[in-house]
């Protein structure tokens, strides 16, 4: 396989019109950022951190809040290792245990098509009610909104969260120093390549599960064994590769990954390696990086370990830059990465 | 006009077909109901209070948090008095105000449709923006998806919303006595009327305004001047009728309302009496009722007053009962209202 990042098969060009939204926009890559930064920012960031991280810090009373939403429109709807009901409730828990928070309390709105099977919701919300048990977590409030045939495809889900930070810093990537280690919490693109393989049209079928699963516990965990979490990336749209560029743009510092060091099942590898897709820019639902000081580097990994043996240090945090760059080492070099700019599967979350 | 409810045109029979979700399902009527009491609220709640609400009110740590959520559909997105933007902030923030508390930050999700003009969706985020400002309230953090050209229609808003409880004793049907007074904030239906007015299908046009608006500021004044809100409740899908029906048996009394006592503007009347359509069961976007006792009907309707000035005291709580009616006393005698089994105006909010 060449080490090269390639980002190919893509949606065709996502800037043919300006004017319109595109697939890509949806991508978690360079056109969503820019979508993120002319559009939503101007609008509703009060300073320059809001915004920029899937779950937002807040003081109520007493309490430090951590709170989040996603919007779930996967397809199709069951796949091998999980479906849209466990996504909508594990990734929200996920954003809120990224935070350095205790997710404790979920809504769900659901936009139904009209014809969905009954069947079908029965089961979308079992397999939620099943994954909120297993994170903890409960669904308290929602709402249910029914549209017409065609303007829909079966459900969308969002989800919001309510959690309870419990990280006594800020966990962010502005907090990200020289010397600390990337370490990622076990083999990565799982879930990209078990949703492709789930699409008829991708022609291929393997036995590929989604990793699809909570965080909380080894996020808990590592602040219950006072490492200090600088900072903490769920590794879903845009993968691994989009969770570096980001964090190195955003916190000032150049990151430095081995493509070597970070694990990939041989079936997943086999997978990419057919459709030409590089795993480190697929989705995962139940992968993340912490971002720790190199001297905590061998407990954080024992502690993530506990959970999921393929955790592994990565690579490290380099030198402060103005724009900071995240670059992967391989056997032909190093490369700099940059934010996938077209869309490898729509539909992936 | 007749004073007797009645609801057509209403969509085909909602039953027709036991499996496939309907239209209906979606209209907050009695299968908007059903679907939460047979599907939901077994999967999800923990005691019998859960989910009957729009809001869900959450001790976390010392705090005493309401959190909400609501999905907007509305078609077409852009109306007089409003849009999905401003619906979709206001919406959330009203869920809050209902609970007795202070909103305070919002989430959005959103569903774009390929295609989806970024003008328009620059106008939609205006909307927000402006409308978060009115309301008092941030939006930290949000959530965008595309989905394919046929997939959606232009752009499904999620917002969701945290507030701080300020009233003293729980707000909701459980508490609503004998002798309270029911308390209507203003004229009813403009915005069901002004949405069905903007769609072309429907053929007529006039210049009826959404009544789309915050109702944190009454709330919060009510509680200042110690009324003791027994039960809130914003008049959204199902409107009114819908409101009374659920809160008398919610609350197991029965509720008597006069027809003459309600305020309807006379384009709204003349509006609903073309399509055949009975104003009680019209969505509203910024209209509520306040149930409170007896003894301070004067008060709390001196400060609704003071934000609208149609509020009105249009009846009160009855006897309890096992399982609570609501009855509307027309010219024509007294007349028990149920729950609308159709959908009277799909995409409403």
Known sequence: ????????PQCPSPERDEGLITLAHGGGGLLTRRLIDDVFRPAFAHNAEDL???????EVGDTRLAFTTDSYVVKPLFFPGGDIGSMAVYGTVNDLAMCG???????????IEEGFALADLRRVVASMSRAAQVAGVRLVTGDTKVVERGKGDGIYITTSGVGQVRAPRPVAPAQIREG????????????????????EDFGFENDIASDCAPLAEPVLAMLDGEIDLHCLRDLTRGGLGTALVEIAVDGGCDLQVARSAI?????????????????????????????VPGGQAGSALAIMQRFEKHAAVIGEVGRPQQTGQASLTTMGGDYVLDLPTGEQLPRIC
């Open 263 to 291: 694990p990939v099942s041989d079936t997943v590898r086999g997978a990419c390696e057919i459709l030409g897709i590089d795993p480190i820019f697929v989705a995962n639902e139940g992968r993340y990086i912490a971002i």
């Open 1 to 8: 396989m060449n080490d090269k990042p390639f980002f190919t």
């Open 180 to 199: 600390d280690a990337i370490i990622l919490s076990g083999d990565i693109a799982r879930h990209g390549m078990a949703v492709m393989a789930a699409r």
């Open 101 to 111: 928070a205790k997710p404790l309390y979920l809504s769900a709105g659901m936009v």
């Open 52 to 58: 920029t991280h899937d779950g937002a810090v807040l």
